[in-house]
């Protein structure tokens, strides 16, 4: 990588030697106030400076001291040896005294005066000087007013300098007078951030068995808009977890970028877990092969950090974005559960039933209302959810009945992994996995001899599920494209071939066997009983369940209504009556009726 150390932070510098030579009071503005800086030095070396010792070399001042309101005090922090400056100010380095800032800048004004050939600087700590600086009380109009004095009278050897964060921390008649300055205080450059971190991976690149410039190739990719202190937290961080890869080193750069240090996508962990992701996935859902491979293929390319890759480094969308279609009851929520339970360790769902998201207002029940609206400061669930669970699987249920405004709003995360709330406060989406379900395509609507209508499936179990997948794919292709009039949406999702079509549950007995199997761990942790089923209950199950109209439209929730009647409530009432009952528990259907008999 190609730098420059002498024009490293050296603009800063500048800018506030040529803004002290034409005014007394300098505005610093800018999130790095509290940052460390880069210098360069004869021979491309560079050193490691404070913004105070910017300041004080800039100005030429003889001696710099720094003022912190939140206490009170002034702090001599550097000063040319052997010189006296004779006022209010203390006069040894590091020394402190309590003084209010009308008194500090009276004292720095009349340095100013008192010899002309000395200079003096002051630098306050502004942030917090003004308790509102929109609409300054009496206290705060005083000290407005002892600014702005020195701003227009004190001779040029003295300088005022204060740092904030923002603009809007300072009253209106400072940032306009024209007798102040402005000077902005520039992020960290990515050749500011190389030639740091360059100096402080030394340990780490030898960890990672890689060269010190390629490590910092890695860390300034993956810190845009960092200040250096969040820098060097991230080498702390990375040295502390035992990190030797570059992938890892970008993976919580992203974990601390949404305020975690923590990413569940780097390490040895997730990806030994989803190299069993096929196996583990398809104990869960039952006759999904399609759905189960297509997933484990997407968590294999989040787990190599290739998901967002053509983004670049600083990509920072979900893991991946599936769109789950096809039948009701076929899995759809049950895949996104032990999605969640293989990634991160515990089914750490955000569910969402666009059906309560019809109207145009409800997505102020995920961002939060913005000022002066009903609801403001409540703050939104899909804001505030991802914020305090960043590693989460976020599910949106049926997205075609959502408002169109809710798509608008959540092109921002699909695209850019982030989402800008009521009250201002951005969202990361970057550690999530975001998942969408719909049922467009499978139905038709019928219209009865009455005029009523009524949902027909399309499809039959002896269709084909290549016929099913293109069908379905068709119909939210058009959906997208001519009902909604957001073809766009559908490229965020992939376009209409990544949609991920679920079957027909076509082995109901697998999937009855399931649920009896449930049913039997329930009874042995609350009644250390063993249930045994017999075939003919679950072939009754299974065999009512077909016969019935609506066994297409339900899916395995068909099945539990069945599985209810047969086997569940006469198990319930049994327990009941004979609450005793210990060891082995078999269940048999007998002319229609269940039975249970203890087994010796």
């Given amino acids: 990588m190609s730098t420059t150390p002498t024009r490293l932070d050296e603009e800063l510098a500048e800018n506030i030697a040529v803004a002290s030579q034409v005014s007394s009071c300098i505005l610093l503005v800018g999130l790095r ?34 003022f912190d309101p939140a206490v009170g005090r002034v702090k001599l922090v550097r ?7 004779a006022s209010a100010l203390p006069d040894q380095v590091d020394a402190e005294k309590s003084l209010t800032l009308p008194q500090a800048i009276n004292a720095l004004s009349g340095l100013g005066t008192a010899d002309t050939k000395s200079r003096a600087a002051v630098l306050v700590d502004a942030g917090l000087l003004f308790e509102d600086p929109a609409t300054p009380r009496e206290e705060d109009m005083r000290l407005l007013q002892a600014i702005e004095r020195f701003a227009r009278t004190s001779h040029r050897g003295s300088v005022l300098l204060l740092r904030t964060e923002r603009l809007t921390s300072i009253p209106n008649a400072i940032v306009s007078s024209p007798n102040v300055r402005i000077v902005q205080i520039p992020s960290a450059s990515r050749d500011v951030r190389h030639v740091y971190a360059r100096k402080r991976s030394v340990e780490l690149a030898t960890r990672c ?36 890869r570059p992938h890892d080193i970008e993976e919580l750069a992203r974990a601390v970028r949404i305020g975690t240090t923590y990413s569940p996508w780097a390490g040895e962990s997730i990806h030994a877990a989803v190299s069993e992701s096929e196996a583990f996935l398809t104990r869960r859902v039952l006759g999904q092969s399609e759905a189960v491979n297509a997933v484990a293929l997407a968590l294999r390319k989040a787990v190599v950090g290739l998901s967002n890759a053509h983004q670049g ?67 939104g669930e899909l804001t ?26 959540l092109l921002g995360v699909l695209d850019d992994g982030r989402l800008t709330s009521g009250q201002g406060e951005t969202s990361y989406f970057g550690q999530s996995l975001l998942i969408f379900t ?47 009039g957001r073809p766009e949406l559908l490229g965020r ?60 439209l339900l899916g395995g929730r068909g099945l539990k209504p069945k599985l209810d009647r047969l086997l569940t409530d006469p198990l319930s009432d049994y327990l009941f009556a004979h609450p005793q009952t ?13 039975m249970f008999l203890i087994d010796g």
């Fill in 209 to 244: 068995a890689m060269p010190p410039d390629a490590i910092a190739q890695t860390l300034s990719n993956a810190t845009e808009d960092w200040t250096l202190d969040q820098v060097d937290a991230l080498v702390e961080s990375a040295l502390r977890q035992g990190i030797t």
């Fill in 582 to 594: 210990q060891g082995r528990l078999r269940c048999t259907v007998e002319e229609g009726k269940t």
């Fill in 493 to 552: 999702f992939g376009g209409a071939e990544s949609i991920i079509v679920f079957d027909y549950l076509r082995d109901l007995e697998r999937v009855c066997r399931k649920f009896v199997a449930n049913i039997a761990s329930a009874c042995k942790r609350l009644h250390a009983i063993e249930l045994i089923v017999n075939d003919n209950v679950i072939g009754l199950v299974v065999d009512t369940v077909r016969q019935s109209p609506d066994s297409l």
């Fill in 79 to 85: 000063a040319r040896e052997g010189v006296k400056m």
């Fill in 33 to 66: 106030q509290f940052d460390r800086f880069l210098l360069g030095q004869a021979e491309g070396a560079h050193r490691t400076v404070a913004l105070h010792q910017i300041c004080h070399e800039s100005t030429g001042a003889d001696a710099t001291w720094i």
């Fill in 384 to 409: 505030d959810g991802i914020r305090a669970k960043p590693n989460s699987v976020v599910l949106f249920d049926e997205i075609e009945k959502a408002h169109p405004r809710l798509l608008d709003t």
């Fill in 313 to 379: 480094a600083q990509a920072q969308a979900p893991r991946a974005v599936f769109f789950f279609a096809g039948p009701t009851g076929t899995g759809k929520t049950e895949l996104a559960k032990a999605v969640s339970q293989l990634v991160f360790g515990q089914e750490q769902l955000l569910r969402f039933d666009c059906g309560e998201l019809r109207q145009e207002h409800a997505v102020a029940r995920l961002i939060g209302a913005p000022p002066g609206y009903v609801g403001f400061g409540r703050g």
């Fill in 438 to 484: 719909s049922n467009l395509g499978m139905y038709e609507k019928v219209v009865g001899p009455h005029g009523q209508e009524k949902r027909h499936p399309r499809f039959n179990y002896d269709t084909d599920f290549k016929d099913i997948e293109r069908t379905v794919r068709e119909a939210i292709r058009d959906e997208f494209t001519t009902e909604l």
